[in-house]
């Protein structure tokens, strides 16, 4: 297949694919489950960029996946439990919701305040919401793996909104991995060397200063932290050279993590985690 090239045309949704979307959304609505629109559409929102996509990323909290999963169960979805840290899934078809509770190492975790925060916007003829662009670049700093890589998004979302974001905002959302946001913004840097200035001088002089101290003062117990970034293309350093597995650590005390049990004695129907 063909890589996915980036443009502002709107990919063709079939029938299908547009009234499942559209289904859920009013669904949700209808019921006041509490979300945000993420993924292609959020992209397009902050952006103007639209790429093709099968499925519908909506991001909500752990608590309130266990709701939606019921309610999308009685509505004759098949629903599943992919991952209890970050993932669950509901299909009809070939196409899918993704119901996401934060990123997949449990980095960073969606709470309330990334729905309450969602901006108004209209989605396949549904008003809804789509996540702030702060919480979408926050959720894409750790997007960085061989297969898949997400600074472009970042780097357009910086461009597209000519750095009017909530800066403390996003320092607050990725907290302690602030080197990931200073990386994602280096790479702004090169790509538009002409809008350095979208990100503000406190900005670039905060993140700057952080990584002066850190060079200067280096910590002899700083731990390992490629499992965070990539699985396996760092497994080596966990599996052969002995460094910690941060991942599985961050992963076993990510709480609460996504739970459900269907409303059925069906075999077809139980959590599959």
Partial sequence: ?????????????????????????????????????????????????????????????SETVSVALRLLRKQGYHCEILDPVWLAKAHRDDFFVDMITGMSNAAITVTDSWVARARPAVVVGVETRVLAPEEL???????????????????????????????????????EHWEMLLYALVLFRYVYPAQTHYVPDRVWHELIARLR????????????????????????????????????EYRARRTPKVDWTPDCDDPDCKRKI
């Avoid at 019921?31 to 993420?38: E, K």
């Avoid at 750790?142 to 905002?169: K, M, P």
């Avoid at 910590?219 to 460094?243: C, H, Q, T, Y």
Wanted: charge should be negative.
């Fill in 213 to 248: 101290k850190e060079i200067k003062q280096p910590k002899p117990s700083a731990r390992f932290r490629g499992s965070l970034i990539d699985d396996k293309m760092f497994a080596i350093d966990v599996n052969e050279w002995g460094l910690p597995d941060l991942l599985a």
């Fill in 1 to 61: 297949m063909p890589l996915p090239v980036t443009s502002s045309l709107e990919p063709e949704f079939t029938k299908s694919q547009a009234a499942l979307y559209r289904e859920v959304l009013l669904l949700f609505n209808q019921h006041q489950i509490p979300y945000a629109v993420s993924g292609a559409f959020a992209l397009q929102q902050h952006t103007g960029i639209w790429r093709t996509t099968k499925d519908l990323d909506l991001f909500l909290t």
């Fill in 137 to 175: 670049v926050a959720s894409k700093v750790f997007v960085t793996r061989r297969e898949r890589f997400d600074g472009a998004d970042i780097v357009h979302v910086v461009y597209g909104t000519q750095g009017e974001l909530d800066w403390e905002r996003i320092f607050a959302l990725v907290g």
